[in-house]
């Protein structure tokens, strides 16, 4: 069994800043990409980052230049910087990641979701 958790979300007023952290704990090999999505109320959940486990990034085009994607790899652990945070960032921030797992019948890789956290930008 594997688990994300995620941490970090909360209420900021615009132009303000928030770090959210994703740590994945259980029967892990290794983690493939790590990707950060997010679901605003009455819309389908989007992502808005992604890094391999080499450090390659990739983001939204209504992030790029705001938030910044990191990993650590000795802590399983993917976070995200939100810097200039806007009304429309407002949603449940879910983490993603494919682990590499052992299973009965052999290794493979698997996606597993955190629980999602909570933005909230006023304005």
């Known amino acids: 069994q594997v688990q994300l958790v995620e941490s970090g979300g909360g209420l900021v007023q615009a132009g303000g800043s928030l770090r959210l952290s994703c740590a994945a704990s259980?029967?892990?090999?290794?983690?493939?990409?790590m990707d950060w999505y997010r679901q605003a109320p009455g819309k389908q959940r989007e992502l808005v980052a992604g890094?391999?486990?080499?450090?390659?990034?990739n983001y939204a085009d209504s992030v790029k230049g705001r938030f910044t994607i990191s990993r650590d790899n000795a802590k399983n652990t993917v976070y995200l910087q939100m810097n200039s945070l806007k009304p429309e960032d407002t949603a449940v921030y879910y983490c993603?990641?494919?682990?590499?797992?052992?299973?009965?019948?052999?290794?493979?890789?698997?996606?597993?979701w955190g629980q999602g956290t909570q933005v909230t930008v006023s304005s």
């Open positions: 993603n990641a494919m682990v590499v797992t052992t299973t009965l019948i052999g290794r493979g890789a698997f996606s597993y």
């Open positions: 259980g029967s892990i090999f290794s983690i493939n990409a």
């Open positions: 890094i391999t486990s080499g450090g390659g990034t």
